[in-house]
């Protein structure tokens, strides 16, 4: 039989989304997730389960053994959180240095890491994409610091055992098949069940997270060793994509515009509150910084040359994104309601 893929971070929306793909090809996989992690999703689909944490290196030894290729898309996916130190930059960096290790010394095929787009940087104009070759110089959220050092642990450990190692970097992930919210589709969410009242001067690439596994899994079979791979979807500002989301629901778009210094402002108050309830902050400064005002705009022609990466619209990715998260429960009934939906929604995953 042959050796199995390992996947880390299995049960989030990316990482669940490589396993699929990986059984719909005939590969057994392996999929490591917490001892929390909810398994009913990854057990539907076949796959052998791995019970651990990538912070305990004995565990993540255990789960890498008798692999032959590894996805590593584990990570602290947080923006905010009550001890960022523990849960977002621990789980990034040692986390990485365990799984890198792990695979070196069990003579691993070959390791994709999954990073990010934010490692890069963000432009402050919309006319400026941003390729491989460019790093960020000053992260200010705790989530982009992590993955930049995580990404330079890395190949660091990497080139020092010889690892066959690449790294990919999505996007804004939306799109379906996901169990809980992410970060990214937490943003869609809030729009449906809140309503978002305000935009920024802004955009982000986004991206299909099904566009992103494909991607992955291109990455481990042509992707060289030791290069980044962009894996990004089509470019568009913060406005645009709440007035797409408006047109898919019939839910009213944001209509007023707030200028950067007002929602630092804005971020402080609710910081405050945030220290008082000890719930978390519906934006903080750290975020406005990194992306009020600034352009996640990227180039994916390295990845579309090299490993002949495809991507859905931005239009085609928020409609199955919503159209899960209505079907599946993710809408409160009062919001619904409320909707019209764009019929483009029914079977749109």
């Known amino acids: 039989m042959d050796k199995p893929t390992l996947v880390t971070g299995a049960n989030g929306h990316l990482g669940y989304n490589i396993c699929r793909l990986l059984v719909e ?65 621990r789980p990034s960096v040692e986390g990485t240095r365990n799984v890198v290790e792990a695979a070196a010394k069990a003579g691993v095929e070959k390791l994709v890491y999954t990073s990010t787009t934010g490692t890069m940087g963000f432009s402050l104009t919309p006319d400026r994409l941003v390729d491989e070759t460019h790093t ?52 869609v969410s809030d729009f449906l069940n809140n309503g978002t009242p305000v935009y920024f001067d802004g955009g982000f690439s986004t991206v299909d997270v099904e566009d992103v596994a494909r991607g992955s899994l291109l990455a481990m079979e042509k992707g060289r060793s030791g290069e980044r791979y ?70 994916n022609s390295k990845a579309e040359r090299e490993l002949g990466y495809t991507h859905l619209s931005a239009r085609d990715t928020l409609r199955r994104t919503v159209a899960w998260l209505v079907d599946k429960g ?9 909707m019209k939906l764009d019929p483009s929604l029914a079977n749109a995953y």
């Open 25 to 89: 090809r005939g590969e057994p996989v392996r999929a490591m997730i917490r001892v929390t992690a909810d398994p009913k999703p990854l057990e539907a689909l076949g796959v052998s389960i791995v019970r651990g944490d990538i912070l305990d290196a004995a565990a993540t030894a255990a789960a890498v053994e008798g692999t032959r290729r590894v996805h590593h898309t584990a990570a602290g996916f947080l923006m905010w959180a009550k001890d960022p130190e523990k849960e977002i930059i």
């Open 230 to 299: 962009i894996l990004a979807g089509e470019n568009v500002t913060v406005k645009g994509l709440f007035d797409t989301l408006a047109e898919l629901t019939g839910l009213k778009p944001p209509s007023i515009k707030a200028p950067v210094p007002v929602l630092r402002v804005l971020a402080a108050a609710m910081e405050l509150g945030s220290k008082l309830t000890g719930a978390r902050p519906m934006l903080d400064r750290s975020q406005v910084d990194e992306f009020a005002g600034r352009y996640g705009y990227f180039d």
């Open 136 to 187: 960020i110089e000053n992260p200010h959220t705790y989530y982009v610091r992590g993955k930049v050092a995580a990404e330079q642990e890395a190949y660091k450990a990497a080139a020092k055992s010889g690892l066959a190692l690449c790294s990919t970097h999505p996007g804004f992930i939306l799109g379906p098949r996901f169990f809980k919210l992410s970060e990214s589709v937490r943003q």
């Open 330 to 338: 993710f809408v409160a009934e009062r919001r619904k309601s409320l």
